[in-house]
């Protein structure tokens, strides 16, 4: 069992959708929750950043951990064309000096 | 935000040769970073870890002796592929975490390597 799981999509959906992406892990230990965008070529950029359980909402996006569960999603509100690319989620025991463990990535197209 | 950077964006190069990828913290200092191979459509498979004053660690199956790392300062480490091969072709990407915050990592925009 990997421990972090993903679903590779592609996903595609109408402009204006609301979003879910999800991921499962299978260490109780981790703490520290991301989720990354990546577009073609480019390296990953930090959208969410979450620490044990909980919501997180930054403008069009709400990141929830259940740790419960060890389930942890992404949603994206009124989705635009540009939100297109690759979420990584990623997940790992301590802050940023510690190793991340990555998810394979959600493509997502957001059609216009 | 953070800003790493990384140089050359990418590469081409002759089998045999060897190439060398920097990564720069540019607003703040790193004594931890990351380097991550990713092939297309695929996640990132985390290299190794660098630490600034001391030798990196490799992940399990990454060849040390192939894959040179330095972390010469508190802002610039550097992956060499030495005798580079068709199969290192990939896209190289580094990170660095950034304590003073959310100590989480921030990812550089990536070195496209193609070894021909």
């Known amino acids: 069992q990997k421990e972090v799981e993903q679903d590779p999509g592609p996903l595609s959906v109408p402009e204006g959708a609301i979003v879910s992406l999800n991921c499962t892990y299978s260490?109780?230990?981790?703490?520290?929750f991301m989720w990354y965008r990546q577009y073609s070529r480019k390296g990953p950029e930090l959208l969410m950043y979450?620490?044990?359980?909980g919501n997180k909402e930054d403008g069009r996006f709400t990141a929830q951990v259940d740790k419960s569960s060890k389930y942890i999603s992404l949603f994206i509100r009124d989705s635009q064309p540009s939100d297109s690319a690759t979420y990584l989620c990623?997940?790992?025991?301590?802050?940023?000096?510690?190793?991340?463990?990555f998810g394979t990535g959600t493509r997502l197209k957001v059609l216009a | 935000g953070a800003v790493v950077s990384q140089h050359p964006s990418r590469v081409i190069c002759k089998s045999g040769t060897s190439v060398k990828i920097e990564c720069r913290s540019l607003d703040f200092q790193a004594t931890t970073m990351f380097w991550y191979r990713q092939f297309p459509k695929q996640s990132l498979m985390l290299m190794a870890t660098?630490?600034?004053?001391?030798?990196?660690?490799?992940e399990q199956g990454v060849e040390k002796d192939k894959f040179l790392i330095n972390h010469a300062s508190l802002t610039l480490s550097t992956l060499t592929v030495t005798s580079a091969h068709p199969e290192d072709s990939s896209f190289y990407i580094c990170?660095?975490?950034?304590?003073?915050?959310?100590?989480?990592?921030?990812f550089g925009p990536g070195t496209r390597l193609l070894v021909l």
């Open positions: 990623a997940t790992g025991r301590g802050s940023g000096t510690y190793k991340y463990i």
């Open positions: 979450t620490y044990s359980s």
């Open positions: 660098s630490n600034e004053g001391s030798k990196a660690t490799y």
């Open positions: 990170s660095a975490p950034r304590s003073d915050r959310e100590s989480t990592q921030y």
């Open positions: 260490n109780s230990a981790f703490q520290y």
